[in-house]
């Protein structure tokens, strides 16, 4: 077990699927790659069958399949599916930010504020490598403040399903980080305006724009 992995939680069924999960959405372990229970099971010091829980939970997040004689493989996802993914998380984000300038407290709306301007101040020391995880951050933190109940959660599953490789990350192309940052800042105002169909429109804007610039890459 390397340092950077998580720690077991609650179980070492929940552990295995709590590293296999960041590793696949993170793109170390690539599409195609097969999962073999018992390599993993050595890797992370636990025994084969809590391996075997966790990959049955990868097969229903849709991120692995079985097939005959090969095992568990994770899946390899095309263009169809990025186009897809951006699109749905356009429609949730955005649904997200328009509950949220309706229900957004004063001290709600000061965390994003202070979570923007490290992002800024990062992106000044040149510190990029930083932002893909901030900005997660930023978008999921503002759905669970529009929709706490659900929406939260299915943001969350909807971006786990979609592997995005460090280094395709938008925030590592400087050309990029500007335009990124200001739409935070314009769904901020829109949040603090309580304009919920203007924070909506920048937030699906934004998501959009990822996505070009992911197909373009």
Known sequence: MSASEPRPPMSKAE???TVLLEEIRSSRI???????????AKRLGVSVTPVREALRRLEKDRLISYEAHHGATVI????EALAEYYGLRAVVEGLGARLA????TPAELAELRELHAAMA????RGRNERLGEQSRRF?????DIGGPAFLGA????VRNSFPVPAEASLWLDETQVRAQLEAHEGILAALEAGDGERAERVMIEHVRNAGDYRQRH
């Not at 690539?30 to 018992?38: F, I, K, Q, Y």
């Not at 390899?76 to 263009?79: E, I």
């Not at 299915?154 to 599953?157: D, E, F, V």
């Open 101 to 104: 300038a309706s229900r957004i």
């Open 121 to 124: 101040e990062d992106a000044a």
């Open 76 to 79: 390899d996802l095309g263009d």
């Open 139 to 143: 978008h999921l933190r503002i759905v």
């Open 154 to 157: 299915h943001a969350r599953s």
């Open 30 to 40: 690539p599409g195609g790659t097969a999962l073999r229970a018992g390599e993993v």
């Open 15 to 17: 552990y295995v699927y």
